[in-house]
């Protein structure tokens, strides 16, 4: 019923810029929060940044200042401008849309929604 599609990852140089999207498709009615976490090999899946549907922002102290979180609410999408990648960036990158609200018939349901992942790679 509800899909998150994840794209713009790749292999960049130390110092270079990427930008992530990720698109929430179904018959959504409404998200909360959308956000971004990360997962590098043998490590555990932080949290990167998050947005909410009003707009307001927060970022993993690794990222501040480097990364840029933003949603098209109109688009259900969520963009995250990588800036200044540093190899430490490296990882699967998740988007996440919580408490998305979508419509099947004639009914409600809300829930928590993960994308595929998406490869970042920085190198030195």
């Known amino acids: 019923q509800v899909q998150l599609v994840e794209s713009g990852g790749g292999l960049v140089q130390a110092g270079g810029s990427l930008r992530l999207s990720c698109a929430a498709s179904g018959s959504i009615f409404s998200i909360n929060a959308m956000g971004w976490s990360r997962q590098a090999p043998g490590k555990q899946r932080e949290a990167v940044a998050r947005?909410?549907?009003?707009?307001?922002?927060n970022y993993a102290d690794s990222v501040k200042g480097r990364f840029t979180i933003s949603r098209d609410n109109a688009k259900n999408t969520v963009y995250l401008q990588m800036n200044s990648l540093k190899p430490e960036d490296t990882a699967v990158y998740y988007c996440n849309a919580g408490g998305l609200t979508y419509n099947s018939g004639s009914k409600y349901y809300t829930g928590d929604y993960w994308g595929q992942g998406t490869q970042v790679t920085v190198s030195s």
């Open positions: 947005i909410t549907s009003g707009g307001s922002t």
